[in-house]
């Protein structure tokens, strides 16, 4: 199973071509900031990402490789605890 | 307050040319992740759309398949005479080939209703990428 960090949309591009999703879907909102390297989209539509910017409760990011995210630090991150 | 959309000045697509969606869950194109991706997109931009790729000389199919469509496993295809009309317009926007689809009232429920009933085959990516997790 896929474990997506940022549910989004990847048809979905700004102006510049980065694709957009909601910081409130997050997963866990606060862990989420400019170079974060993800896992962002839906479960059968799913990239590695890093982040490009977030503004106005929109995240802007770029799809990227496993390979660059690997460069990027470790591709498993912990599963977040349940509170 | 809304963004500024950049809408490229193109001539209008062919009412034979092919517009690609990525298809995001199991039921083919799915009501509500249209409706998810239009409501997002009047957040941001001030206007209900829907976002799509038109196929053309400079972007043909097998291109998209191995671009913008690569993560996805199945898309969604219609044809530009089909979608148009009935209200929804073909919008250039953001960089090529980025259209959006929206309703000539900007009305929610008309565009994704509109949309879903259009004549679409939903196709397999021969070029998906299943890239480890």
Do not use: C
């Amino acid at each position: 199973m896929i474990y997506i960090d940022l549910p989004a949309d990847l048809n979905f591009e700004d102006d510049e071509g980065r694709n957009i999703a909601r910081l409130s879907e997050a997963v866990n909102p606060s862990a989420i900031h400019h170079g974060s390297v993800l896992v962002a989209g839906a479960p059968r539509a799913w990239s590695w990402a890093v982040v490009d910017a977030i503004e106005d409760g929109f995240v802007y990011f770029r799809q990227i490789s496993a390979q660059e995210a690997a460069q990027r630090g470790p591709l498993i991150a912990p599963l977040p605890r349940p509170a | 307050m809304a963004k500024d959309r950049a809408r490229r000045d193109e001539r209008a697509p062919e009412p034979d040319q092919l517009v690609v969606r990525g298809v995001l869950g199991d039921a083919g194109l799915d009501p509500e992740d249209l409706r998810a991706n239009a409501v997002a997109n009047r957040d941001l931009y001030g206007f209900f759309a829907i976002s799509v790729w038109l196929v053309g000389a400079d972007y043909p199919l097998g291109s998209l398949e191995q671009t913008k469509l690569v993560k996805f496993d199945q898309y969604a295809e219609f044809v530009v005479a089909d979608l148009v009309g009935h209200g929804l317009e073909l919008w250039a926007t953001g960089q090529s080939p980025h259209y959006d689809v929206v309703h000539s009232r900007n009305d929610l429920d008309a565009l994704v209703e509109v949309m879903v009933a259009t004549p679409h085959q939903v196709r397999s990516n021969p070029h998906v990428d299943r890239e480890e997790h």
